[in-house]
């Protein structure tokens, strides 16, 4: 069965410093790759995503992520973190079965963002 | 609407009540998603809808759980004698169309119906 790692389930930063959170994920064939944001008291919203081309992908806010396919893995980063940063991320995979796709999350980075 | 709507936002339940959870996703989304988020567990895959049917039931993870979509739109996941293990943020997230390999297919999430089960 396809699944999702996070290595870092907490992480604490002061603002300016960078970011990197690690997802790792399970399945040997094509794959999209999506990391989602959600903020204190508000709902997840998609920070990025990956499904083909440029294995360096940027989404909202600074962030990036890097695919390298050969280390099953999906790295989120942002050179210089803000305050305003905090929040829980997660990374999901697709995951094709039935003819159809559906998400598989991981357990999620909780990041807290010290002035 | 604007976005997915999910209600109630908070319910308080004893154990072994029924309770009724209700999404309402963007208009015009033909798939309808819900997932579970506990504490520390990430997200929990529960049932998927195209349209009015559920071809991946597979999350459900009793038979006291269903869900039901009608009109293509509104959606209703049902939880029958309620055990605490329950507890749990239920999510709902809508997507334009039909998520298949090769469309990216982003999903939109509600806000989340918190469920506690005393």
């Known amino acids: 069965a396809q699944s999702v790692s996070q290595h870092n389930h907490h992480v604490i930063l002061s603002e300016a410093a960078s970011l990197e959170l690690g997802c790792n994920y399970s399945?040997?064939?094509?794959?999209?790759l999506f990391w989602y944001v959600q903020y204190p008291g508000q709902h997840l919203q998609l920070l990025l995503k990956y499904f083909s081309g440029d294995p360096l992908v940027k989404g909202i806010k600074g962030f990036e992520a890097e695919f390298i396919k050969s280390k099953f893995s999906f790295n989120l980063r942002k050179p210089s973190v803000q305050w305003s940063d905090t929040a829980e991320y997660f990374c999901?995979?697709?995951?094709?079965?039935?003819?159809?796709?559906?998400?598989?999350f991981g357990a999620g980075t909780r990041l807290a963002v010290h002035p | 609407g604007a976005g997915v709507s999910q209600s109630p936002s908070n319910k308080v339940t004893e154990k072994g009540k029924d309770v009724e959870l209700r999404c309402d996703p963007i208009?015009?989304?033909?798939?309808l998603y819900w997932y579970r988020q506990s504490l520390g567990q990430g997200l929990e895959f529960l049932i998927y809808?195209?349209?009015?049917?559920?071809?991946?039931k597979s999350g459900l993870p009793s038979d006291r759980f269903s869900a039901e979509r009608t009109g293509g739109s509104v959606s209703t996941l049902t939880i029958q004698r309620t055990q605490q293990e329950d507890s749990a943020v239920y999510l709902c997230?809508?997507?334009?169309?039909?998520?298949?390999?090769?469309?990216?297919?982003?999903?939109?999430f509600g806000e989340g119906s918190r469920l506690t089960v005393l």
């Open positions: 399945y040997g064939g094509t794959v999209n």
């Open positions: 997230a809508s997507s334009l169309e039909f998520f298949r390999q090769g469309n990216t297919g982003e999903l939109f």
């Open positions: 208009s015009g989304h033909t798939a």
């Open positions: 999901a995979v697709t995951s094709f079965s039935g003819g159809y796709n559906k998400l598989i």
């Open positions: 809808f195209q349209g009015n049917s559920a071809p991946d």
